[in-house]
């Protein structure tokens, strides 16, 4: 009785010895926090080029239209 005690023990500890030393989960978090990092810059280029677009460059473009027809040539 006291045998198979000491080998269910024995197993129980080598199975938490090799879950331990394992490192197969360990590109998981790699990989989620290069994700984040890609959305977080993609939406700060986002919001750039959006905050360009409203405040420079549709008005520039909007106000050449208006001269191209209205010419009064």
Known sequence: MFKKISQKVNSAVC?????VMSRKAEGYVDSGVKILIAVVIGALL???LYALFNSTIMPTVTTKITELFNFAG
């Open 15 to 19: 199975t938490i010895k090799s879950a």
């Open 46 to 48: 986002l919001g750039g």
